[in-house]
């Protein structure tokens, strides 16, 4: 049977890698919310440096990498490549959130490489096949490619299971199904 102590000591220990790095990771949230480019990543590192098994903490600096891409073209290679990094740490420390095999589809998937892409949506749905967004994103790949026929297929499933929004119902009403 575990102590008291133990359980103490252990809460402890937890406690003091997580608050901080939480603390770190909402300033980091803010300063990119802020385009703070440099706040936010310095606030990043202090995070990751506070718990580098973060799943949120990847994450969130993938999303960040992933924004940088956007905001600037010249070198959007560069950080296109640095958000796949920080995706796939999120996705080593919490296997079982799909959202982020979403994320590093859709951007492998800008960037052009289609078997990795749609490698990462069909995981991502056999984590949670009844995910209407999955089957929608999906959807979108197969358009993006000029697969219609399982464009359509992925964007009737979304619309039947409902919570992706307007995107299926436009997409069918684009492709005459509505």
């Given at each position: 049977?575990?102590?008291?102590?133990?359980?103490?000591?252990?809460?402890a220990?937890?406690?003091r890698?997580?608050?901080?790095?939480?603390f770190?990771?909402?300033?980091?949230?803010?300063?990119?919310?802020?385009?703070?480019?440099?706040?936010?990543?310095?606030?990043?590192q202090?995070?990751?440096?506070?718990?580098?098994?973060?799943?949120?903490?990847?994450?969130?600096?993938?999303?960040?990498?992933?924004?940088?891409?956007?905001?600037n073209?010249?070198?959007?290679?560069?950080?296109?490549?640095?958000?796949?990094?920080?995706f796939?740490?999120?996705?080593?420390?919490?296997?079982?959130?799909?959202?982020?095999?979403?994320?590093?589809?859709?951007?492998?998937?800008a960037?052009?490489?289609?078997a990795q892409?749609?490698?990462?949506?069909?995981?991502?749905?056999?984590?949670?096949?009844?995910?209407?967004?999955?089957h929608?994103q999906?959807?979108?790949?197969?358009?993006?490619?000029?697969?219609?026929?399982q464009?359509?297929?992925?964007?009737?499933r979304?619309?039947?299971?409902?919570?992706?929004?307007?995107?299926?119902?436009?997409?069918?009403?684009?492709?005459?199904l509505?």
């Amino acid at each position: 049977m575990v102590s008291v102590a133990a359980v103490m000591v252990l809460l402890a220990t937890r406690l003091r890698v997580s608050v901080p790095s939480q603390f770190y990771l909402i300033q980091a949230e803010r300063a990119r919310t802020e385009l703070d480019w440099a706040a936010a990543v310095a606030l990043y590192q202090k995070a990751w440096r506070h718990d580098p098994k973060s799943y949120d903490i990847a994450n969130s600096f993938g999303d960040y990498y992933l924004a940088r891409a956007t905001w600037n073209a010249a070198q959007r290679q560069e950080w296109e490549q640095n958000a796949l990094v920080w995706f796939e740490r999120a996705h080593i420390h919490n296997p079982h959130a799909a959202d982020v095999l979403v994320k590093k589809a859709r951007l492998l998937d800008a960037r052009g490489d289609q078997a990795q892409a749609h490698q990462r949506y069909r995981l991502a749905l056999e984590f949670d096949p009844t995910n209407a967004s999955y089957h929608a994103q999906l959807g979108l790949h197969y358009r993006r490619w000029n697969k219609i026929d399982q464009a359509t297929a992925s964007f009737i499933r979304a619309y039947e299971l409902g919570g992706a929004g307007e995107l299926p119902a436009q997409q069918l009403r684009q492709l005459g199904l509505l």
